[in-house]
């Protein structure tokens, strides 16, 4: 038996998708545990691009079970794209998604109130404008509308209209809020309900069911540790439980049941949307890394920001997660770099941290001490042992490991399946997947 959880450690980004997509081979079920279409995972199969932005990408492996957890927030019509997408390719989707009944809806005013506040709100958080924070923000002040509550038309319909006319009272005379109108508002999310009843099911009881009977559960979170709303760089955060923890609360599933989480690391530093960065890099490096890397937003195309690897970072998500192992992606990214920088310490008004510091005002007043390696210069791309890696790039894996006290035991070396290192690690060994 092996319950994992996968988290990203640093801004989101770190390629989750495809690790996720690699380990599902050898689990019965992925459950995605929070957040919602601001997400978005980018799958390459057989030369075939996917982009799924809600459902785990673990659907794309047959008869493998994926679940949204009831804390993820669903967007109905971008749930009903994304399953007619999935379709389109001949995923029997109707045998293995399922639904959390509890998991929270985000509704048009929620996308309108999000857009708007970036726009004219005191602070700018550069969201990807899916509605996410209002939708988490409308569940927490417990006005929320849960996916299972559509069962229930008529009470649907009535909270509905008092939410939205509540809403209407409190907006500007210039808000789109007032758009809206709340009959044809339920007439479209019961239209796009019907297409997905199907799949709903209490996840929680159907998790541990599976637990209980010996099949071993994926645990996938969205977005990174460094965007967790309670741990995360505050206030430029996502709004739900990114790292380890929001596993257990976001599927109802207890933490005695899990045995390890593996975190998702980047071989460089990216960064959508506003707050501090103490790593990036606005020149020529920065730039190559966004070219080779592709970093492009998968869910809104923004250019990312990009830097050097922060240790300080990862050896936070290393504690706040509880890591068990790593999985390193985009090593190929840095290929032709002649060196290769990590930072190991910031400075702040004269003194030097070794402790990434949770606060938002100190981190954007930190500079970065770096460390510097060779570069290897020659191209690791579908490298699929060690022993193929140059050695300065076998010396660049055994410092990270160094520097964050855990071991790496995926490695990607491109961006298809089979680009994969599987290194024997204690952590992969106990749950079975090194072979
Ligand atoms: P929101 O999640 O749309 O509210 O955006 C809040 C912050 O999280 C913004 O900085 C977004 O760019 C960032 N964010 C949200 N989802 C992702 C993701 O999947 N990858 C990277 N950044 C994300």
Redesign the pocket.
């Known amino acids: 038996m092996a319950n994992v959880i996968v988290v990203g450690t640093q801004?989101?980004?770190e390629g989750k998708g495809k690790v996720v997509d690699i380990l599902s081979e050898s689990f019965d079920a992925v459950v995605r545990y929070q957040?919602g279409n601001?997400?978005?995972h980018t799958i390459v199969v057989a030369e075939e691009k996917v982009v799924l932005h809600l459902v785990p990408s673990g659907i794309l492996r047959m008869g493998k079970i994926c679940i949204l957890g009831n804390g993820v927030v669903i967007d109905l019509p971008a749930l009903t794209h994304e399953i007619g997408q999935l379709r389109k390719l001949k995923v029997r989707v109707e045998d293995t998604l399922y639904i959390g009944k509890s998991a929270h809806l985000v509704l048009p005013y929620h996308k309108i109130l999000?857009v708007e506040r970036e726009r004219h709100g005191s602070q700018k958080?550069?969201?990807?404008?899916?509605g996410?924070?209002p939708a988490y923000a409308d569940k927490m002040a417990r006005v929320g509308v849960r996916i299972g509550d559509l069962y229930d038309p008529v009470a649907f319909r009535e909270r509905l209209a008092a939410v939205l006319a509540e809403k209407q009272a409190q907006a500007g005379l210039e808000s789109l809020l007032h758009t809206l109108d709340a009959t044809t508002l339920f007439r479209e999310q019961m239209q796009h309900f019907e297409q997905v009843k199907r799949f709903l099911v209490d996840a929680s009881e159907v998790v541990n069911r599976f637990i209980a009977e010996g099949r071993r559960i994926l645990f996938e979170g969205?977005?990174g540790t460094l965007?967790d709303v309670d741990l995360g760089t505050y206030p430029?955060?996502?709004?739900s439980s990114a790292t380890a923890g929001g596993a257990c609360t976001g599927t109802g599933v207890g933490p005695t049941h899990i045995d390890g989480v593996v975190g998702v690391m980047k071989a460089y530093t990216t960064r959508?949307?506003?707050?501090p960065f103490p790593t990036e890099l606005t020149d020529a490096t920065g730039q190559l890394l966004r070219d080779r890397g592709q970093e492009y937003?998968a869910?809104t195309g923004r250019p990312r920001r990009c830097g050097w690897l922060d240790a300080l970072a990862l050896r936070y998500a290393v504690r706040v997660n509880g890591l068990s192992t790593l999985a390193l992606t985009k090593l190929d990214v840095l290929d032709t770099l002649p060196h290769i920088r990590v930072c190991t310490a910031y400075q702040h008004r004269g003194n030097r941290l070794s402790a990434f510091p949770n606060e938002t005002g100190i981190l954007a007043e930190c500079t970065p001490v770096y460390e510097e390696q060779p570069g290897w210069e020659e191209s690791t791309i579908g490298a699929l042992k060690l022993e193929q890696l140059p050695k300065a790039c076998r010396a660049y894996l055994d410092r990270l490991q160094e520097l964050t006290g855990v071991d790496i035991s995926l490695i990607s070396t491109g961006p298809r399946r089979d680009q994969t290192i599987l290194v024997d690690t204690p952590a992969f060994r106990g749950w079975g997947l090194h072979r």
């Open positions: 801004w989101g980004d957040g601001n997400a978005g999000d958080i550069g969201t990807t404008g899916r996410i924070g969205a977005q965007l430029y955060v996502t709004s959508v949307g506003e707050g937003g869910t």
